[in-house]
């Protein structure tokens, strides 16, 4: 019998440095700070992550489509035909080494074909894909064709004349341009999305023949109101914007708020059908289809009988079957509340200015997207002007020999050396270097009086142009001049029908599923501190114990209302949440609840001040501020017939706030100040103010460093005289508070 070979397991061989060599420090741990580490490890990641790569510039454009798009331009793309797409991203790859995939995702997006942009750079061929289909990926880059869109001839133009700054690529073999001189509003017309590190930009697209007269009339004049030349974005998808002024003049003075898209359709009579042809920028149809069949599965959608996905070479289309007797528009309203259909395309409009990232509204983004463009005619102007001053210079050296071909033959042939030629005709002529040099390199054959006299006859135009370009360097109105006539001859060349329908009025049909059936039962809810909701019915409340709280929480509102109302939330960040207590499910004593500010989507940070619930948006909200102010602000002031879940502006964010009060009714309040005084005022002395964000009028009159203490009802106080604390004027000290009174306030507060 063999023997049973044994293996031996081998220690692993350290490495042998030598007889006395100490690693010193080996095996220890060294501390270092944090704020060391980000300064020097991620700082720097976070800020080539924004200046490089994620937020486009002024020109519209990131990096990756700029080096895209100008290396098609250096292969010739413009006026030649396709090429394959594989040999654009190639060739692409000497200016941006991240990979062909990359360089590929980024061509598809700009082409035609897959239909992302409203002003398409690419013209492709050959399957790219939808953008509205997470299923319809684009075919390899060795089976697709492309070149650049005709509108590319408004990037690049006078790109060759320093419009614009080149510099290095990344391994200096050649150069790039670190901007496109581009004649419209590139930036607007487009969406763009970008995601960096600690920021993010989601432009919306605007039509091109919209966007240029809104410039045009912006730099005729600033005041000039947007709204009527640009009524609302625009999205190559098409769908229907349901038209919100304060969302769009939000958009375009602060660069913020968001955009309701829903989908267009077609209720094909007879048949029992939908065709839904245009859906929203932010969903796709199988999101859609999956939502609907969810929908259908648990039986909160019962008129559908069937769906399929019909879209093919002629566009989207999305089939809907319904059962016998169902009203298409009806069903139609109460998929725009259930599913994407209707979605919104919320804005954040950050871009790179001179490399600093900056959020900026439409009008703000114009104003400095003009000003690049002064600068680009400025540069161009330059050029031009150096270009034909050289011209001149040559040409009167030229002229002067005009006078005396012989002689200028004859110091040629006589001389003789080579490198005599140019002093002696400088001599002999009285020009300069430059001019003696362009004269000695004219071949015999042009010595002639035709040739000399056909050029110098350039010299009259020449200064009539040089007269004409200094006059356009001197006179800025000559400039913006310029750019008008080039945004009038792009919005003519290329502006096209609007895609998206606006909708300034909802159907009636939509009115109708607002009333449709939600179950009305009675619930009490609560409210935390750290923003925690609990709608509890009341047959889980009578067996309930103790309420399950994080620690250190507590319950700071409780209400008994219905199931059908609203509830309001207004933060610290003056902004307000809004919420049907439908939507929010039942809960149980014995769970934490619903985190408020993450279910609502609220900004990081922010937090929630006071609840208020309501069916019927009557009372009014009081805002009392730190100098004494209150706002008085009816509360159907933030209604809104959109079903809007969130609205800017809640209130004044001019001073420090004090103290907010939900009151449904007229009444009487006690409000004590710091000061240890007490008035009482009737909330009918306090005039009511039709703007959400107004700072009210003076109702307590503070001395430095006094403060509100406390806003109660009145009757909730038993004062020994409340007459002592009435005023009849506003605004008013109060009288002091006297010790009988002090312990029943000490016991509210």
């Not at 976070?46 to 700029?66: C, N, Q, T």
Request: aromatic residues 6%; contains cysteine; charged residues 25%.
């Amino acid at each position: 019998m063999a023997k049973k070979s044994t293996k031996k397991t081998l220690k692993p061989v350290r490495p042998q440095l030598g007889d006395g060599v100490e690693i010193l420090n080996a095996g220890s741990v060294l501390e270092d700070p944090i704020t060391r580490t980000l300064e020097t490890n991620y700082m720097p990641y976070a800020m080539s992550v924004i200046v490089s790569r994620a937020l486009p510039e002024i020109d519209g454009f990131k990096p990756a489509h700029r080096k895209l798009l100008y290396t098609m331009y250096e292969m010739g793309l413009l006026k030649g035909a396709r090429t394959k797409s594989a040999n654009i991203v190639g060739s692409t790859m000497h200016l941006n080494p991240h990979g062909d995939a990359a360089i590929y995702d980024t061509m598809v997006r700009m082409g035609r074909g897959n239909e992302s942009l409203l002003v398409p750079f690419v013209d492709s061929k050959g399957n790219f894909g939808k953008a509205y289909s997470r299923d319809m990926s684009c075919a390899a880059a060795r089976y697709t064709e492309a070149k650049l869109e005709g509108v590319c001839e408004e990037l690049f133009r006078d790109i060759d004349k320093e419009t614009v700054d080149f510099v290095p690529n990344y391994d200096s073999t050649t150069t790039e341009p670190t901007l496109l001189p581009v004649t419209f509003p590139t930036i607007l017309a487009n969406n763009t999305l970008g995601i960096a590190v600690g920021m993010a930009c989601n432009i919306c697209s605007f039509n091109l023949a919209e966007l240029c007269a809104t410039t045009v009339a912006l730099m005729k004049d600033e005041h000039h109101d947007i709204g009527t030349t640009m009524p609302a974005p625009d999205f190559v998808g098409g769908g229907q914007i349901v038209y919100d002024e304060a969302q769009m003049r939000e958009i375009y003075e602060n660069g913020r708020g968001s955009v309701k898209v829903r989908a267009r359709y077609n209720a094909v009579p007879g048949e029992n059908m939908i065709e839904v042809t245009q859906i929203p920028p932010t969903t796709t149809v199988e999101a859609i289809m999956d939502k609907i069949a969810e929908l259908v599965k648990t039986g909160k959608v019962k008129e559908i009988s069937d769906m399929r996905d019909e879209t093919d070479l002629n566009g989207l289309k999305l089939t809907l079957d319904l059962k016998r007797g169902v009203d298409a528009d009806k069903l139609m309203a109460k998929l725009f509340k259930a599913t994407p259909l209707e979605d919104s395309f919320s804005c954040n409009f950050n871009i790179l200015v001179s490399g600093q990232p900056r959020v900026m509204g439409v009008r703000e983004i114009l104003k400095e997207w003009t000003a690049f463009r002064v600068e680009c005619v400025r540069r161009r102007t330059y050029y031009d002007l150096h270009g034909k001053e050289k011209r001149l210079h040559l040409l009167q050296g030229l002229a002067a020999i005009l006078l005396d071909i012989d002689k200028a033959i004859r110091i040629i042939r006589t001389t003789e050396e080579e490198t005599e030629v140019v002093p002696n005709l400088m001599i002999g002529f009285g020009i300069d270097e430059v001019q003696a040099d362009y004269v000695a390199e004219i071949k015999l054959r042009h010595l002639n009086r035709e040739y000399i006299l056909k050029r110098t006859g350039e010299i009259e135009q020449l200064e009539k142009d040089i007269a004409d370009l200094n006059d356009v360097l001197a006179k800025p109105a000559r400039i913006r001049r310029i750019i008008i006539n080039e945004l009038n001859d792009v919005a003519k060349k290329y502006g096209k029908p609007r895609c998206s329908e606006i909708l300034y009025d909802l159907p009636e049909e939509d009115a109708a599923a607002e009333e449709e059936a939600v179950p009305d039962y009675p619930v009490t809810v609560f409210f935390t501190r750290e923003g925690y909701f609990k709608k509890i019915p009341p047959q889980s409340l009578r067996t309930a114990g103790a309420h399950k709280l994080k620690e250190g929480d507590e319950i700071i509102q409780q209400l008994e209302t219905r199931n059908n109302v609203e509830a309001l939330f207004f933060t610290d960040k003056q902004q307000v949440y809004k919420a049907r207590l439908a939507e929010l499910e039942d809960g149980k004593v014995a769970q934490m609840g619903i985190f408020i500010p993450g279910r609502l989507g609220m900004d990081e940070g922010e937090n929630v001040l006071s609840m208020v619930i309501t069916g019927d948006y009557s009372g009014f909200m009081l805002f009392f501020f730190a100098s004494g102010k209150c706002a008085k602000i009816p509360l159907s002031s933030y209604a809104t017939k959109q079903n809007r879940r969130k609205l800017l502006k809640a209130y004044s964010d001019k001073e420090q706030l004090a103290m907010m009060l939900y009151l449904p009714e007229e009444t009487e309040l006690a409000i004590r100040t710091s000061a240890s005084r007490m008035l009482l005022v009737g909330t009918a002395q306090i005039a009511a103010k039709a703007t959400r964000d107004s700072q009210g009028v003076a109702v307590v009159t503070l001395k430095k460093n006094q403060t509100i203490a406390s806003v109660v009802p009145a009757d909730s106080l038993e004062l020994a005289n409340p007459h002592r604390y009435r005023v009849r004027s506003l605004p008013a000290t109060g009288a002091l508070i006297r010790a009988e009174d002090e312990g029943e306030q000490m016991s509210l507060l």
